[in-house]
């Protein structure tokens, strides 16, 4: 079992930036992509940032360019810096993480708001 605690959400104005950190514990040798999704109200769920154990990373065009994940492998943790906030990324994000694309561990969730 992996465990994933996340935090650093909040309420932003347009424009804003905020960064999220996800601290993963427990059996991660299992483990070697971690990521985030959100989910808004209304919408279907979104990956919107991935990185493997080796660095390598990816984003969707919605985020491209404003979003940045990274990882400190000695501490466990994937960080998410989100520059240039717009109302749309209001969401609740997920830290998540697990072999190539297949996310078995899922955090509790960190609301992030953006005002307009």
Not at 35 to 51: D, N
Not at 93 to 113: E, I, L, P
Request: proline share 3%; charged share 15%.
């Amino acid at each position: 079992q992996v465990h994933l605690v996340e935090s650093g959400g909040g309420l932003v104005q347009t424009g804003g930036s905020l960064r999220l950190s996800c601290a993963a514990s427990g059996s991660i040798f299992s483990i070697n992509t971690m990521g985030w999704y959100r989910q808004a109200p209304g919408k279907q769920r979104e990956l919107v940032a991935s990185i493997t154990s080796g660095g390598s990373t990816n984003y969707p065009d919605s985020v491209k360019g404003r979003f940045t994940i990274s990882r400190d492998n000695a501490k466990n943790t994937v960080y998410l810096q989100m520059n240039s906030l717009k109302p749309e990324d209001t969401a609740v994000y997920y830290c998540v993480a697990g072999w190539d694309s297949t996310y078995n561990y899922w955090g509790q969730g960190t609301q992030v708001t953006v005002s307009s």
